[in-house]
């Protein structure tokens, strides 16, 4: 089975493409704390594939594809690999890895959404499972490394895009199977959904953009 | 497929009340750090239901409640919503929320250990999960915030409870088995079991009982 | 069904050996922080059976191993309680508990790896697998005492051993499906592969070796 965006040999490359940037950052952290080679590429793999291998979890659907699919495994190892030669100048690349980590937090929620879909959940399991994906290899990462994970710690917008990416996916799916819209241009609107995960995660960063707190009240 | 608490639409009503209350018991913990919305409400969330998911991934029963029983997840997000407004007051009723706290627990042994029966899990994988149902929120609550988890540390007793409760939740059942008592008998004792958990989980912090730890020798 | 491995009641025996030992040493990382009896027992369960546990989650063999099979689950509660009580002697043992661990290493690299190809996963997943069962416990030990996970920080060979020693296993494993060695002739080699694994880690500890970083470069 394959989501809408899965159908497109370019969009299946940008995903590699995510998943080899998202373990790229991963396995960053493990050389930032300088640990040993196999920690650097346990770690991008978790990292990048780590939410993915949740949603198979949640889902029933295993093995999960983080441990199978060959091509996402490879893709993951050899980013681990990569970072740990090429570390200084990732490290260099601040909003370039900002900009990747967005684009993949935007591919991971659509497809991971996507996925649900597919397997007949409802568009709420949908949804978690959606924003589970795109958020769950940092999550694994940074609890592996024993920090507070940047999902919960980085006031800037993070969840919220993924939860709005995976809500428009339901809804843009829901569209195409009533006939409302063609398959083409549910593609087409995914893409569109990336786009804006993407820009909010960016613009959130770039311009201070930050989520209220609780209500503030004297105790 | 219900257990016999479930039956019960004051039960069930009840364990919503418990689902509301761990759901803000959690949230207040993020509230407490400072951290925005999303992340409150994630952590309410997660706190509320983690321990059914951890159940229904270790049971197969997927997609697991936690993301697809739509009361239980707008109770748990309600919570997380409710919280961030109401934090001082929440902060304030200290044995409220340990009793409220000590009603999910025991709520949450029941219901896991009676889910694990209904799928024809043997006594002790339904204890395993029983136990994992009531102490599964609290242990990914203090995890996602990169603290020892309660379960933990707490001297008091916290999963011993809950392990007993599982216990005589499965001796309950099994007389209802083999027609030794009705299903309203079993839903009786179920609530009697309930109380007895939040009686021992209260009355260990009231009265500073503590478990002993490891036989004290010199090393 | 049964792994090669587990066709030897001796094997079966080390087996249970294995988990016996491994949930003293988890069990003792509690005791040496001071926690109560039920946490030692919980932590010592967690570290012996915990990764068999993430192993059959995401082979979808549910419920797991580690709340089902009624012989591992009381070896695991029995080394928690005997922890507690001789504490002193078990942290003495230093060198004999690093070689009990490498032995469970060893084993449950195997033993996972097996398992994995008789659900007719791929070699590449088996290879997954066996280091999840390897390498699962320590690591949910750590998490749950909030610590860096040792299989991260250890520089010496911990990761590394369980994998090589699951792709030999599917090697020997694919000989026998084929008919090039008989099914004793696996067992023979699962041995081989299992004292391997056991001589990589004790070596690697007591000469010190230690696995390259990310390739040191001036940032």
Request: aromatic share 8%.
């Amino acid at each position: 089975m394959e989501t809408a965006l899965q159908t497109s040999p370019f969009i299946q490359g940008v995903e590699y493409l995510a998943i080899f940037f998202c373990g790229m950052g991963g396995g960053l952290a493990a050389v930032r704390k300088q640990y040993d080679m196999f920690t650097i590429i346990i770690t991008a793999w978790l990292t990048a594939l780590g939410g993915g291998i949740i949603r198979d979890v949640l889902l029933g659907a295993v093995p999960p594809v983080g441990i199978s699919d060959r091509v996402s495994v490879l893709t993951a190892l050899a980013a681990g690999c990569a970072v740990a030669v090429f570390h200084p100048e990732v490290d260099k690349m601040k909003w370039s890895m900002l900009a990747i980590d967005a684009l993949a937090l935007g591919l991971f929620a659509v497809n991971g959404t996507s996925k649900g879909l597919m397997y007949n959940t409802s568009g709420m399991t949908a949804v978690f499972l959606g924003t589970f994906t795109a958020m769950g290899g940092g999550l694994i990462r940074d609890i592996l490394l024993n920090e507070v994970p940047m999902v919960i710690r980085d006031r800037h917008w993070y969840i919220m895009p993924a939860v709005l990416g995976s809500m428009l996916t339901v809804l843009a799916w829901r569209w195409q199977a009533r006939g409302a819209i063609s398959l083409q241009v549910e593609m087409v609107l995914d893409i569109v959904i990336v786009l804006l995960v993407v820009a909010m995660r960016i613009c959130s960063v770039a311009f201070d953009w930050q989520l209220p707190g609780a209500v503030p009240r004297s105790r």
